[in-house]
Structure formats: structure tokens, C-alpha cells
């Protein structure tokens, strides 16, 4: 498979997004699990808590009046004036207040109905008053003088002699008892006692009330059995782990019997566990327990109570598996839905995108790929798309612009596609200035230079070359003006190698020079010069070298006539009178030799009659042993001219092994021209001239002549 | 008809006019003469019958006192009003009481006075009346015969002439009676106060919750009579915020005191206390006899009377406010 696949931006985004979901959802449904773990726990022990505060709440909200109540009846005015009155020894009034008192007292216990007993006890522990309430026929009365106790050594009597105005103290909660025996049936109390304080700080008395137990081990029965299907159990003890309640009513009153049960041996020790905590609640043998302090009197923080209830952890923690199955079944539809949407929706982005980049991609390579990309979103996907429209809908306008600028066709108007379109104000700037390039040309054109153009910046290439051009042409311009003004002497500085026109300038002055030179050195009669055509259409200095050659020739033709007629007279001249062949041979191969201005040349006479040919005369001919002074018809060159009568002209003679001797020299002449003496058809002898020069045609032909 | 002649018309009207003024001066005339004018001097006559009886008592029953010096040794002087006076005519009720009780008669019930500002000075005559006929009763009970003592005729008697003589007659009832008064009977005084004061406080609306002070067991009667003083004192504040006219008791201070004096002062706080109730109203509340105690002990009576004046500051502080 092609790797490139998994490279793919949409796959990137994809496994980046997946990723990173899958990390998130992974860690979100880690931390959530973990947290609702915690949270079913913490819920767990919250409830549990949340039970004992509520048992809590109920018991101190049950006990919370009793103090109210017991500091009420014991601030009773009556109950003042009675102990006042008793201890003066004022019966009267005592026993008025009194009945004062008890009628208030008796009236206080049947609307509370929840307190036993309350009495009033005198500093030597006498019950002086004491008042009963009995819940089931809802009566309450004084006891008889005659049933009055004596208290004196009984914790609620001496322990709340010591304490201050308002404070109280708080017996255990126990059964309660009348005559030194526990009272049958059991009646579970709570004792209140408080100092009865005057206001010159003196006790006079301690007020005690009994409070009705069984309403507050009601509250934990109801409980008990409201909490039965969770298996939920309370307690409620002591500070040693004496119950007060417990299901099983024989382990109740514990520390009273001395029998039943005791909360640190049916479950751990209560002082390592609680400590002074005044609640908590903890896992203990897969029982999770909550436990809370009860104070029967807040003002009263020695006197404290626990309650406490127990529930087996599987059950308390039962709807945390429930949970376990769903979040995992929601995490995996959460993954699975993250999945098809991120893949969707990334498809969605990036389906365009691909469009987008393939258009981009051909827009780099200069192709414009117009098609209709399918994006409706008004987001950020929707504005790349929208903007690659844009741009190459503005490329495209630009290429069209481009193109016609190109195409020399500035009369197009270009549309800005915005206020900050710097390519289209880029472009309208550039046909701007091609325009005015234009007109420039346009004018340079028509020779007209004087036009001026104005760089742009340093930078302006075109300007600047337009403006080199410009000064260029003029110079150009004055160049040939003053040429065709036929001053030709004039200068010009060459561009470089490059600059054609000057250059062809500079040869066209040149040319003229020449083709003036030419014509003065013609007008001097001075042919030697020799101009050149510079090509087939030199028209000029084709016919220019046709006249100078028509003229050289015309000279030279006239020269060589002049020479030829002159050579002839006076050979002719210089020949007559002479009968001795032999000096008229030896002079006339002197005159020719040194009027043609050959080195040496050598006269062979014809002897018909031997058909040999001897030597007669030489100039400057020296006689060598390898060469012969005669020579048979057809031997040699001489021989061979003598035969066919015609001249045969040697030139470049270097070769060694040419076996063809010359009569004058062994040396190897430039040319060597031996022609044959004829006089009116007949071979009077051969001649034979060797020149270390070109002969000419006139030479030969004045030699033959 | 000349008999309607206004002449005749104005004759009769003058005339009637005449007759009707003359019958109202003869109306009034009988009115000021069947009301007898009491004098101190008769007052103080009336005492001396009593003291002569006493002294007739004394000798009877064979008891030595100094006369004289008794007189001497309580004659104060002070601006008094009769309330004061009255009120020691009730403290020789209660020791005729004593007396009777002593002698195995029944005791009375004295009268009490009624709350007012001005106690009447003839009030005091008929208490010294009362006295007077309360020994002869108890002359007739014991069958105790004695010539009639003659009703002196005294001049330029003051109200003081009075008490003094009357203060002197108690002393003197204390050496018939062979005994002061005991804790116990100034005890019921006290408690005759706190009634006094209670009903004042009730009457007034002031929530009382005032207690009796510390019980002190050490305490004298020295001690008992300061409170008393302070009591006063302290009505007489009251006193004369509300315009009644004051006495002043720093003449009973002494040295040395008595339960006998306690009990002085007891019943000169009941006496101003009457002017309080009047003032406040409880003119119809008059106070009543004290019970009998027995066994109180000048600790009990300090203790009450502190009691009182707690209660008494909150009348005092009421006025303050």
C-alpha cells in the first residue's frame, strides 16, 4: 500500500483527531471512572454520613430542648421565691409558691410528655419536690412528702453542685431507678441536672429532670427498619461501647446489667478507631461504618454519645458495577460516533481542500483548473474555498490582461478585484507604462527622438534602457545626419560587440573612407589600391572595384602596350644590322632576357638538318656538365617545344627526381618558360627563359612576340 | 295690685336672702362644735394617763424602772410628723399584744394606718385612746383595780412632746413585758415591709426579681438598723422627688442597738412607706398586722431587710429613670 495514504493530510487530521479523542475520551473515561468510582464511594460514605448526621440531627434536635427546658423550669420565679421562702423558714409563703410551682411544673410536664420525673433537690440531697409524668395515662403529679428521697452522693446531685449557672450535667443514658433498684419495667432516661444559681452566686438547689429515653431509641428502631432492605444497621452507645440500642435488645444496657453486649468487642476498638473525631466514616472488614457524636447538650461537650451504622460495602457500592457496564458500553459509542463523525466530517473539510490544493497545484504549474468546488459552510474551509475562486478567478483575469498586454493590446481595462488588488494595480501600472512605452516607440519610430522618458527608479531597466536607447539613436541619429551631410569624418564610440548598428556605423564610415580614398587614389591615377566589395549587394563598392579595375587595367593594358609596342621597337631596333646569327641570338636573348627580367635565358637555334637543336646564345647561362647544348626534337622540354612548336611554362619546379633538365640551371627556377622561334611557320629555333619572378602574359607574350 | 309692686317684689328677695345667710352661719356654727379640736396638749395628756397607768402596772407588778431615765435617754429632737408618732403608738399595740400574750390573753389585732400623705394628728389621740382602753382591758382581764388616774391639763405641747412621751411608754412596756422585742416580731415587721414594698412593685408594674442578699449569720442588730437606715434614706430620696414632706431619723442612731430598735426603725419605714402608697395610689391598701415568727434570728431579719431595700431601689430606680 502506498505510504503516501497514510501521509494524507485528511488521514494526519484523522489519526490526529482520533488520536487524540481517543487519548482524551481514554483519559476523560479513566479520570471518570476513577472519579465516579470515588464518587460512588465518597456517595456511599455520604449517605452513611449522611444517615448518622440525620439520626444526629433528629436525636440532638429531640435532646436539644431539654436544656432549654431544664434551665425554663428551673428559672421558674415561683420555684425561686418557694427555695427563698424555704430557707428563711417563711412557711407560708414557701408553701404558696410552692403550689405556685407545682402547678406550673405538673402543667410543664404533661404538655412536654417526654421528660419522667423532675425534681427540685436542696443542697443536703433532699428531694423537696418531685414530679412525675406518666406517659401512658398522660397524668403527672407530685409525689408526697412522704415519697421524697434522699439523693445526696448520686452523680446528677454532687457533680452539678460543682458546676457554674446554666451549665449541666448529663447522666449516661440508663434505666432508670427508684429506692437504689432498677425500675421494672425498664424505663430508659436521661438525666439533666443544673445547679439553681441566685444572683448573689449562691446554690440553693439543684433542679433534675428525667428525660424519656425511648424517644430517642425510637428514632434509631425507625431507622433501623426504614434501612432494613440495605442492611443497614445502627447503633447507638456509650464512649466504652455500651449499647443503648442495638437490634438485639439483650445486648442493650450493657454497662448497667452487666450482661449483653459492648460495641469494642463486637466490632474494633472505638478509641483507636474515632479518636476525638466527632465523626467519620471508614471501611472496616468490607463494612463500611459512620460514625457520629452525639452531645445531649452542646454547651456540655464531655457528655457524648455515639451513633453509628454499618453497611456492607458490596451492597453500598452494588450500583457502581450497574455503572461500570454502562460507561464502558458509553465510552465505546462515544469512540465509535467520534470515529464516523471526525471521518465524516474531516472528509467533509477535506474533500474541498483537495480541490482546492489540486487547482492551487495546477495554478502553480500556470494552469487554471476552473472547477466548481461544492462547499456551502460559511467557515474558514468555506473562505479558503471561496478565496482560491477568488484567486483564480483573479489569476485567470490577470492572464487575460497579461495576455493582452502582451498581445500589444492595452486598451483592455483592468479590473481592480479590491482596494489592496496589488497584482491588478500592479498590472494597470505595468500597461500604464507599456502604454507610454508604446507611444514612445511609436515616435522613435517615426525618428522622432526628441521624446523623453523618465526612469522610474534606479531599478527601471526598461526606462533606463529606454532612455540609453534614446541617447543611443540620437547619436545614431547625428552620426549619419553628419555623414549624410557627407562629413564623414566624424567619430563614434562602439557599444561593444553587441552593437550592431554601430557597429555597422563605424564600417560604413569606414566603408566611405575607403570608397573616398579609393575614389582619391583613382583620381591620382593610383590603382594599387584595391577596395572590396563587402558582399554582392556592395553595389557601390562592386562598381567601385569594377572601376578601379576597368582603370588598372586600362592602365596596365596601356603600360603592357606601351611596354610591349616599346619592347618590340626596340628589339627591333636593336636587332637590325646584325648578320651573325649567333651575336644576333646572343643579343637578342641579352635584350629579352633583360627587358622581360628573367635570370638567365638560353637560345637554341634549330639545325633542320640534324632536327637538333644547339645552343646559340645564353644570358646569364652558365655551362654545367649534366646539361646538354643540344638537344634532339622531342628531347626535353626543349626537344619537346621544338617538336609541337609550342611553349610549355614550368612553374614550381621542386622535386628532385623530375627528370626534366633545364638547360640553364640545375637550381630549381620559380618558373621556366620555353617557347619555340618561329618565323612564318617555321622553327627557326627555341628559346628558353628562366625567372626566379612570375613571368606575366605579357612577358610571354612579348617573349613569343 | 300694689302687693307686686317691684318695692315689695325687692323687700321679699332681701329678705329671704337674709334668712338664708343666717341659716348657714347657724349650720356651720353646729358643725364646728360637734368636731372636737385635738390638740398636742391634749395628746399628750391622753399619754400621760397612759404612762401614769403603766407606771401603776409596773409598780403592780412589782417591776423597778427608771422612769425618768427613760425619758431622758429616749427624748429626741427632731422635726417629726404625726405618721411617726402613730406609728410608735402601734409599736405599744403590738407590746400590749406581748402583753396579753404573756398574761395568757389573746392577742389583737391592731389597727393599721391608712396610706396618706398627712396622716390627721387627731389619729394619734384616738391610738393613744385605743392604748388606753387596751390596758384597762387588760386591767379588767387581770382583774387589776386601780383608782382612776386624773386627766392632766398640759400647755404648749409639741408633737415631739409626743413621741417622746410615747417612745419612753414603749420602753417602759418593754420592763412590764420583762423583754424587748425578738428577732422574731421584727422579723414580722420586715415582712410587713416586703409586703408594703411587693405591693408598691406590683402596683407600679416593675418585675421584681430581686432576691434576699446573702445570709449573713454574724449579723447584729447594729447591722439590721443600718439597713434600716439606708432604707429610709432611701424613701426619703423618693420622698422628695414626689414633694412629701421628710423626716429625719439620724437622730435614732445609736451606738449600741437593739432588735427594740430595729423594730423602731422597722415601723418608721412603714410609716413613710404609707406616704409612698398614698402617693402612688394605694390609699385603700392598708397593711396588714405582721404574722407571728418564731425562731428568726437577727441573721433572718438582716437578711429580709436587705431584701427590702433591693426592693426599694427599684422604686428608687424607677424614678431615676
Not at chain 2, 449600741?256 to 418608721?268: K, L, N
Amino acid at each position: 500500500m502506498n505510504l503516501s495514504f497514510f501521509f494524507s493530510l485528511q488521514n494526519k487530521i484523522f489519526f490526529i483527531f482520533f488520536f487524540v479523542i481517543f487519548i482524551s475520551i481514554s483519559l476523560v473515561a479513566w479520570y471518570g471512572f476513577n472519579s465516579t468510582e470515588k464518587a460512588y464511594l465518597n456517595s456511599a460514605f455520604e449517605l452513611s454520613a449522611q444517615s448518622t448526621k440525620s439520626l444526629e440531627i433528629e436525636i440532638e434536635e429531640t435532646l436539644k430542648s431539654v436544656p432549654k427546658d431544664v434551665l425554663f423550669v428551673s428559672d421558674f420565679y415561683a420555684l425561686k421565691r418557694f427555695i427563698i421562702w424555704q430557707s428563711m423558714g417563711v412557711n407560708k409563703q414557701a408553701k404558696e409558691w410552692k403550689e405556685i410551682f407545682s402547678e406550673s411544673l405538673l402543667g410543664f410536664l404533661k404538655t412536654k410528655k417526654s421528660y419522667y420525673k423532675a425534681r427540685v433537690i436542696d443542697l443536703e440531697g433532699n428531694e423537696i419536690i418531685s414530679a412525675r409524668y406518666n406517659g401512658n395515662s398522660n397524668k403527672a403529679f407530685l409525689l408526697p412528702d412522704n415519697k421524697l428521697q434522699n439523693k445526696q452522693g448520686r452523680d446528677y446531685v454532687e457533680k452539678a453542685k460543682l458546676l457554674k449557672k446554666g451549665q449541666f450535667y448529663i447522666s449516661t443514658m440508663n434505666l432508670n431507678i427508684e429506692n437504689n433498684e432498677i425500675e421494672m419495667p425498664y424505663v430508659p432516661v436521661v438525666r439533666y441536672s443544673t445547679p439553681m444559681i441566685n444572683e448573689n452566686n449562691e446554690l440553693i438547689g439543684i433542679f433534675v429532670i428525667n428525660l424519656y429515653a425511648d424517644k430517642i431509641l425510637e428514632i434509631l428502631e425507625r431507622a433501623t427498619l426504614e434501612d432494613k432492605d440495605k442492611q443497614k444497621v445502627y447503633f447507638l452507645i456509650d464512649n466504652f461501647g455500651g449499647y443503648f440500642f442495638h437490634q438485639d435488645v439483650n445486648k442493650r444496657w450493657n454497662s448497667q446489667l452487666k450482661q449483653g453486649g459492648n460495641f469494642n468487642k463486637d466490632h474494633f476498638d472505638l478509641a483507636k478507631k474515632f479518636k476525638d473525631k466527632h465523626h467519620g466514616v471508614f471501611i472496616h472488614q468490607s463494612n463500611i461504618y459512620s460514625f457520629k457524636k452525639i452531645h445531649p447538650s452542646k454547651e456540655n461537650q464531655d457528655s457524648y454519645w455515639y451513633v453509628i451504622s454499618s453497611v456492607d460495602t458490596s451492597i453500598a457500592l452494588s450500583e457502581l458495577q450497574n455503572f461500570e457496564l454502562i460507561f464502558s458500553l458509553i465510552v465505546l459509542s462515544v469512540l465509535l460516533l467520534s470515529f464516523i463523525l471526525i471521518r465524516f466530517y474531516i472528509a467533509k473539510i477535506i474533500k474541498p481542500l483537495n480541490q482546492v490544493t489540486t487547482q492551487l497545484k495546477a495554478l502553480s504549474s500556470g494552469e487554471i483548473r476552473k472547477e466548481v468546488i461544492k462547499y456551502s459552510q460559511d467557515d474558514e474551509i468555506g473562505e479558503i474555498v471561496s478565496s482560491t475562486r477568488k484567486l483564480i478567478n483573479a489569476i485567470e483575469i490577470t492572464i487575460d490582461q497579461a495576455n493582452a498586454v502582451a498581445s500589444g493590446d492595452f486598451s483592455q481595462e483592468i479590473k481592480l478585484l479590491g482596494t489592496h488588488d496589488q497584482l491588478g494595480n500592479a498590472l494597470i501600472n505595468m500597461t500604464k507604462r507599456l502604454k507610454e512605452i508604446t507611444s514612445l516607440a511609436q515616435k522613435l519610430s517615426t525618428g522622432h527622438y526628441d521624446v523623453k522618458i523618465v526612469a522610474k527608479s534606479n531599478k527601471d531597466q526598461l526606462g533606463l534602457a529606454l532612455i540609453e536607447m534614446i541617447k543611443y539613436l540620437e547619436t545614431i541619429g547625428q552620426i549619419t545626419e553628419s555623414i549624410a551631410m557627407g562629413n564623414i569624418d566624424v567619430s563614434y564610440q562602439s557599444k561593444g560587440s553587441n552593437d550592431r548598428l554601430g557597429q555597422a556605423i563605424l564600417q560604413m564610415i569606414q566603408y566611405l573612407n575607403s570608397v573616398l580614398n579609393q575614389a582619391n587614389a583613382i583620381s591620382k591615377q593610383d590603382f594599387s589600391h584595391a577596395i572590396e566589395a563587402k558582399s554582392k549587394d556592395d553595389e557601390l563598392g562592386i562598381a567601385l572595384v569594377t572601376m578601379t579595375d576597368m582603370l588598372r587595367e586600362n592602365s596596365i593594358k596601356n603600360k603592357d602596350d606601351a611596354w610591349f609596342s616599346h619592347g618590340i621597337a626596340e628589339f627591333s631596333d636593336n636587332l637590325s644590322g646584325y648578320d651573325d646569327i649567333s651575336h644576333l641570338a646572343k643579343r637578342a636573348v641579352t635584350m629579352a632576357c633583360r627587358y622581360v627580367n628573367v635570370s638567365s635565358g638560353v637560345i637554341y637555334i634549330y639545325d633542320k638538318a640534324k632536327e637538333q637543336l644547339n645552343l646559340i646564345a645564353s644570358y646569364a647561362f652558365v655551362n654545367r656538365e649534366n646539361l646538354s647544348d643540344f638537344y634532339k626534337l622531342g628531347e626535353g622540354i626543349v626537344g619537346q617545344v621544338a617538336l609541337e612548336k609550342k611553349a610549355i611554362f614550368l612553374r614550381n619546379i621542386k622535386d628532385k627526381g623530375f627528370e626534366i633538365q633545364s638547360a640553364t640551371t640545375l637550381a630549381k627556377p620559380k618558373e621556366v618558360f620555353t617557347f619555340p622561334i618561329i618565323h612564318e611557320g617555321e622553327l627557326l629555333g627555341v628559346a628558353e627563359m628562366m625567372s626566379y619572378e612570375s613571368l606575366t602574359a605579357l612577358h610571354k607574350d612579348y617573349l613569343l612576340k | 295690685m300694689s302687693y307686686f309692686s317691684i318695692t315689695y317684689h325687692s323687700f321679699l328677695i332681701l329678705l329671704v336672702s337674709i334668712s338664708m345667710n343666717f341659716l348657714v352661719v347657724i349650720e356651720k356654727t353646729q358643725a364646728q362644735t360637734s368636731v372636737k379640736q385635738i390638740t398636742p396638749n391634749d395628746v399628750y395628756a391622753q399619754v400621760m394617763l397612759i404612762s401614769d397607768e403603766l407606771h401603776f402596772l409596773l409598780n403592780y407588778f412589782n417591776l423597778e424602772h427608771d422612769h425618768e431615765g427613760i425619758i431622758k435617754r429616749y427624748h429626741i429632737q427632731t422635726l417629726l410628723k404625726p405618721r411617726i408618732t402613730w406609728q410608735k403608738t402601734y409599736e405599744i399595740m403590738i407590746k400590749i399584744n406581748i402583753l396579753r400574750s404573756s398574761h395568757q390573753l389573746p392577742i389583737i389585732e391592731p389597727v393599721n394606718m391608712e396610706p396618706v400623705l398627712q396622716l390627721n394628728p387627731d389619729m394619734v389621740y384616738e391610738q393613744t385612746q385605743r392604748i388606753l382602753t387596751e390596758i384597762r382591758i387588760f386591767k379588767f382581764r387581770q382583774n387589776i383595780h386601780s383608782q382612776g388616774f386624773e386627766l392632766k391639763t398640759f400647755s404648749n405641747k409639741t408633737p415631739l412632746d409626743v413621741y417622746n412621751a410615747l417612745a419612753h411608754i414603749s420602753v417602759s412596756f418593754d420592763e412590764l413585758n420583762r423583754s424587748g422585742f425578738t428577732p422574731s416580731y421584727v422579723f414580722g415587721e420586715t415582712m410587713r415591709i416586703y409586703n408594703d414594698l411587693s405591693t408598691i412593685l406590683q402596683h407600679l408594674g416593675i418585675q421584681d426579681k430581686t432576691i434576699p442578699s446573702t445570709r449573713n449569720d454574724q449579723a447584729t442588730p447594729n447591722d439590721t438598723f443600718d439597713i434600716a437606715m439606708k432604707i429610709l434614706n432611701r424613701i426619703k430620696l423618693i420622698q422628695v422627688k414626689v414633694g412629701i414632706e421628710v423626716v429625719d431619723f439620724s437622730v435614732f442612731v445609736k451606738k449600741s442597738m437593739t432588735s427594740s430598735d430595729v423594730f423602731t426603725m422597722s415601723q418608721m419605714i412603714i410609716a413613710e412607706l404609707q406616704t409612698i402608697k398614698a402617693y402612688f395610689g394605694l390609699k385603700n391598701y392598708i397593711t396588714p398586722a405582721a404574722s407571728r415568727y418564731t425562731n428568726k434570728t437577727p441573721a433572718d431579719v438582716d437578711q429580709l431587710m436587705n431584701w427590702n431595700l433591693r426592693k426599694l431601689s427599684l422604686i428608687y430606680n424607677l424614678g431615676e429613670r
